[in-house]
T-cell receptor, first 114, second 115 residues
Framework: DQQVKQNSPSLSVQEGRISILNCDYT??????FLWYKKYPAEGPTFLISISSIKDKNEDGRFTVFLNKSAKHLSLHIVPSQPGDSAVYFC?????????????FGSGTKLNVKP | GAVVSQHPSRVICKSGTSVKIECRSLDFQATTMFWYRQFPKQSLMLMAT?????????EQGVEKDKFLINHASLTLSTLTVTSAHPEDSSFYIC???????????FGDGTRLSIL
């Protein structure tokens, strides 16, 4: 059972525009959420995280939004750059449930066109 | 900071060979290390969780006698794929965690190809 879902396998965006990547989860016990970026043949690189006590966290061009009632989080990249082209994974964990275990979505491949 | 080194990056070997993959946290002590497997165009599949000095916890469907995990110190975990077969060919990635509500930091993965 996939507890974290990324329903868009790919996204194409023009350079300079906003990229919005979406993620849905089913387990209400999740209280910590993260986004990772992954290039081919490399391990994922941590981008940004958010705790369930917040609904927004911003770091430079990256902002993560959390909507707990909808069990939905999104990653906004503004402005998008060609170097942002990669696969983006969202992940979730719950301190009170399977401590430290991260549940990953299936990834969204972002292509930023010059 | 938070660098995780995984070695080797690529292994090609014959069927029946056992392969050891190392995962090291270079600049921090990891209370927990994780081993994942990634199939083409799919997500990361957690194989097992290991804590230093204790037995690894394997996910359902992962054979613990096939995938031996040793976490001998706070900076080193190893995954040994025993008697590897072509169906074991995959991309294996480790990650390390300092404590809860912190990001896992990933190694660069090992591409294992069994002929």
């Amino acid at each position: 059972d996939q507890q974290v879902k990324q329903n868009s396998p790919s996204l194409s965006v023009q350079e300079g525009r906003i990229s919005i990547l979406n993620c849905d989860y089913t387990n209400s016990m999740f209280d910590y959420f993260l986004w990772y970026k992954k290039y081919p043949a490399e391990g994922p690189t941590f981008l940004i995280s958010i705790s369930s006590i917040k609904d927004k966290n911003e770091d430079g061009r990256f902002t993560v939004f959390l909507n707990k009632s909808a069990k939905h989080l999104s990653l906004h990249i503004v402005p998008s750059q060609p170097g942002d082209s990669a696969v983006y994974f969202c992940a979730a964990s719950a301190n009170s449930y399977n401590f430290n275990k991260f549940y990953f979505g299936s990834g969204t491949k972002l292509n930023v066109k010059p | 900071g938070a660098v995780v080194s995984q070695h080797p990056s690529r292994v090609i070997c014959k069927s029946g060979t056992s392969v050891k993959i190392e995962c090291r946290s270079l600049d921090f002590q990891a209370t927990t290390m994780f081993w994942y497997r990634q199939f083409p165009k799919q997500s990361l599949m957690l194989m097992a969780t290991s804590n230093e000095g204790s037995k690894a916890t394997y996910e359902q469907g992962v054979e613990k006698d096939k995938f031996l995990i040793n976490h001998a110190s706070l900076t080193l975990s190893t995954l040994t794929v025993t008697s590897a077969h072509p169906e074991d060919s995959s991309f294996y990635i480790c990650s390390a965690l300092v404590s809860g509500n912190q990001p896992q930091h990933f190694g660069d993965g090992t591409r294992l190809s069994i002929l």
